[in-house]
C-alpha cells in the first residue's frame, strides 16, 4: 500500500539519496512514488516486493478467469467435456476413445 504522507517524492530527492532509499524500499516492502515537476512519473520497489506484486497479479488474473467460467457455465455458454472432445476426435478423424 502507497502511504502518501511517506511514499511520494521527487526524482531529484531519489537521486541524491538513493542509498537511503533503497534501505527504506528494503524494509517498508512499499514502493515508492516518484514526481517529476510536481508530476507523478515513477514507481519504485525492491525486487521483492515486485515479486509479491507479480504473483497477486498472477492469482487475480486466475480468480477473474475462474470467475468467467463460472458465468459462462451460469448462462449455459459451455458444454460437457466428453461432447466436445468426441467432436474433436471426429473433426481430426481420430479414433474413438476406449470404454
Known sequence: MLDVSQDIHSLTEFKTRTPEFLARLQQSERAVLLTV????EVAVMSAATFQHVLEALRTLEAIRGIE??????????TRPADDFFAELRRKRGLPERPE
Not at 468467467?68 to 455458454?77: F, P, T
Request: charged share 35%; glycine share 22%.
Open 37 to 40: 515537476n510536481g508530476k507523478a
Open 68 to 77: 468467467a467460467g463460472l458465468e459462462d457455465m451460469k448462462a449455459g455458454r
